[in-house]
């Protein structure tokens, strides 16, 4: 079984950057699809990346061009690089893992295919 824990959020102006991490324990998350998912206030969770074990990548709309997802699976960890933020980035921040057959899903936004998850780190962009 995997643990999650994400570090890295916090108050950031328009415009800035920040960068997310979440450690893994329990397991290698070698073998599995890690994703990275928010949920803003009032809204329901969405999908931001997802990132396979050979490092494929896939991206909301909403992230393309501005987040980065990357994994270092000797260090069991996962990282989001998040830049030109916004206050629409306003949210917290989870990571999950999942069968690797959960990057291949096309419904891999919703999240149901991934069974395990952090406890969030809030992200809060200033206008």
């Known amino acids: 079984e995997v643990q999650l824990v994400e570090s890295g959020g916090g108050v950031v102006q328009t415009g800035g950057s920040l960068r997310l991490s979440c450690a893994a324990s329990?397991?290698?998350?070698?073998?599995?699809?890690m994703a990275w998912f928010r949920r803003a206030p009032g809204k329901e969770r969405e999908g931001v990346g997802i990132i396979g074990g050979s490092g494929g990548t896939a991206y909301a709309d909403s992230a393309k061009g501005r987040f980065t997802i990357s994994r270092d699976n000797a260090e069991n960890t996962l990282y989001l690089q998040m830049n030109s933020l916004s206050p629409a980035d306003t949210a917290m921040y989870y990571c999950?893992?999942?069968?690797?057959?959960?990057?291949?899903?096309?419904?891999?936004?919703?999240?149901?295919?991934?069974?395990?998850w952090g406890q969030g780190t809030q992200v809060t962009v200033s206008s």
């Open positions: 329990g397991d290698t998350v070698r073998p599995y699809c």
């Open positions: 999950a893992a999942g069968r690797m057959t959960a990057c291949y899903s096309a419904s891999w936004r919703q999240g149901l295919s991934f069974g395990y």
